[in-house]
């Protein structure tokens, strides 16, 4: 089975443009996770969906950010405009409802905002 | 103070060594705990969970201790291939869901 998929691998943007990630959960996985790591802050939650409806987004750093889920595979983490301390790497991961201790992360997009 | 601590390392140790990790954690509420493992610009995957009694997974064990709030992870007789980041990950308190990450902590093991 296919994990979690995320789009693009890497990302490479200047300072005020909008940059969309892209996420497919694995197939019958009813929770969706975004999130951010950096050296200096390590992994950080976003924003948190089950069964496509967004649960906490206290972790969102600014309204730049927005993230979506239209359907229950697939969602995208929008910055709009980026600036060069949104680089990072952003991670989607996805969980069974009864198991949401254990999460299967997507391989990560690095953005690089110049 | 963060909610999860770690040493970051980086702990060099030989081929055949046993080596242990500890992390720290703020809020005595926390409920379920878990060591991650992170490859090189690779994402996080689940290593164990741990549990107030321990537990063993082959050449890992993992314990917890609530009364200091610390958890542990050895490994005994070091492959090259454990040469990881070691993420220790408490859930928060009041929602299973959300989870919080320690910044892990570096092993290199060499010949």
């Known amino acids: 089975d296919a994990g979690v998929i995320q789009s693009p691998r890497h990302e490479v943007t200047e300072m005020g443009q909008e940059v969309t990630l892209r996420c497919k959960p694995i197939?019958?996985?009813?929770?969706l996770f975004w999130y951010r790591q950096t050296m200096m802050r390590g992994l950080e939650l976003l924003i948190y969906f089950n069964n496509n409806v967004p649960i906490d987004d206290s972790g969102m750093p600014e309204d730049r950010f927005s993230a979506k889920m239209p359907n229950a595979s697939f969602s995208t983490l929008k910055i709009q405009p980026s600036e060069p301390r949104d680089s990072a790497v952003y991670f989607c991961a996805s969980s069974l409802p009864d198991s949401t201790d254990t999460q299967y992360f997507g391989p990560g997009t690095r953005l690089t905002v110049l | 103070r963060k909610e999860v601590e770690q040493d970051p390392g980086p702990f060099n140790v030989p081929e055949g060594a046993t080596v242990a990790f500890n992390c720290t954690y703020s809020n005595s509420a926390s409920q379920s705990f878990f060591w991650y493992r992170q490859d090189c610009r690779k994402e996080p995957k689940l290593l164990m969970s741990v549990y107030s009694s321990g537990n063993e997974d082959g050449r890992f064990t993992a314990q917890l201790n609530r009364a200091s709030q610390y958890i542990s992870l050895l490994i005994r007789d070091s492959k090259l291939s454990d040469s990881a980041t070691y993420l220790c990950v408490v859930n928060r308190v009041g929602t299973a869901s959300k989870l919080t990450f320690g910044t892990g902590t570096r092993l290199q093991v060499t010949l």
């Open positions: 197939s019958g996985h009813d929770y």
